[in-house]
């Protein structure tokens, strides 16, 4: 069984900073890729940052320069490191993994998901 678990999420202030973790299995970790996206009330969900098995990362423009993905393979987990967070990254936060080594920018290829986590940042 697929189990991805968020955790992390909270009220924070602009300017301040959370880091969200996603912990599974061994063989979801294993997944070419792993990423995190995020919904905002009344919009769609879209791609934050993917992590490769290999390390390698990727990010929206959102979130160049502001946030941090990264894994330990020996809790089985991804983090997303938040920094200089601004009201507009107010949504829900969802990890997701990949069978997909290459598109791992787009949701479409995304096959196994958590059940999210609320961040809220307030001005």
């Known amino acids: 069984q697929v189990q991805l678990v968020e955790s992390g999420g909270g009220l924070v202030q602009a300017g301040g900073s959370l880091r969200l973790s996603c912990a599974t299995s061994v063989r979801t970790f294993s997944t070419p890729a792993m990423g995190w996206f995020r919904q905002a009330p009344g919009k769609e969900r879209e791609f934050v940052a993917a992590?490769?098995?290999?390390?390698?990362?990727y990010y929206a423009d959102s979130a160049k320069g502001r946030f941090t993905i990264s894994r330990d393979n020996a809790k089985n987990t991804v983090y997303l490191q938040m920094n200089s967070l601004k009201p507009d990254d107010t949504g829900v936060y969802y990890c997701?993994?990949?069978?997909?080594?290459?598109?791992?920018?787009?949701?479409?290829?995304?096959?196994?998901w958590g059940q999210g986590t609320q961040v809220t940042v307030s001005s």
């Open positions: 992590i490769r098995i290999g390390g390698s990362t």
């Open positions: 997701a993994a990949t069978r997909n080594p290459l598109r791992i920018g787009d949701i479409q290829m995304y096959n196994y």
